[in-house]
């Protein structure tokens, strides 16, 4: 059973352009979440995703848009990339929305290393 | 924003010792979670203690819960090298989303 995967592993950009960074979820799972963390920090919640519409969204910047498609699977857009948008980029799934454990634990995955010049 | 704060920021010891670290946090919780996370990559749940209780065991991880303090703390007994990480408390929002404290990083020496 394959667990969250995330795509691609390292990912170096410049300032101003655009990046997609892509998820799967865990066999079974329907909710994706997006995670920010730079270095030394903890993660900070960037949006969450089910069925294909974004429901809960941390404080970050319209530049920062996201799709869920049919099969579950996520992609994260960062739009006019800045040096702070250097980051490890989480992503985690988990069932539904409710907040029921075990339902809502999340599983992460590696992380995408995003490496704004 | 970060909802947990966790405390010592960096923590060294050596293989066999024990390690406790701390977690306080602002708001009213429904439950508490840590995560470790190896050499900045994915994260691991490692336990989840709910609100009404006070202690929670799994092998050698012990985690206490004090709500009137809005702190907990996660002692590591007995520990190893591989027990060489960073550890996170998180608490979930309305939803499943959660919010990370900065953590502590554990450095284990043989």
């Known amino acids: 059973d394959a667990g969250v995967t995330q795509s691609p592993t390292h990912l170096i950009k410049t300032r101003g352009q655009q990046v997609t960074l892509r998820c799967s979820p865990k066999?079974?799972?329907?909710?994706v979440s997006w995670y920010q963390q730079a270095l030394g920090q903890g993660p900070q919640f960037i949006f969450q995703?089910?069925?294909?519409?974004?429901?809960q969204r941390g404080n970050f910047p319209d530049r920062f848009s996201g799709h869920q498609f049919p099969n579950y699977s996520s992609e994260l857009n960062v739009n006019a990339l800045l040096l702070g948008d250097s980051a490890l980029y989480l992503c985690?799934?988990?069932?539904?929305?409710?907040?029921?454990?075990?339902?809502?634990?999340?599983?992460f995955g590696p992380g995408t290393r995003l490496t704004v010049l | 924003s970060q909802q947990g704060e966790e405390d010592p920021q960096a923590l060294s010891i050596q293989e066999g010792e024990n390690a406790t670290m701390n977690c306080s946090y602002k708001?009213?919780?429904?439950?508490l979670q840590w995560y470790r996370q190896n050499s900045g990559r994915g994260l691991v749940h490692l336990i989840l203690i709910r609100s009404n209780e006070r202690e929670k065991h799994s092998g050698r991880l012990r985690v206490t819960l004090d709500t009137s303090k809005k702190s907990s703390s996660l002692l590591i007994t007995a520990s190893r090298a591989a027990d060489t990480a960073s550890y996170f408390c998180?608490?979930?929002?309305?939803?499943?989303?959660?919010?990370f404290g900065k953590g502590t990083t554990l450095s284990v020496s043989s």
């Open positions: 985690a799934s988990s069932v539904g929305l409710a907040g029921v454990w075990p339902y809502n634990e999340q599983f």
């Open positions: 066999s079974g799972h329907d909710t």
């Open positions: 998180a608490t979930p929002t309305s939803g499943t989303a959660l919010i």
């Open positions: 995703y089910y069925e294909e519409e974004e429901r």
């Open positions: 708001t009213s919780i429904n439950n």
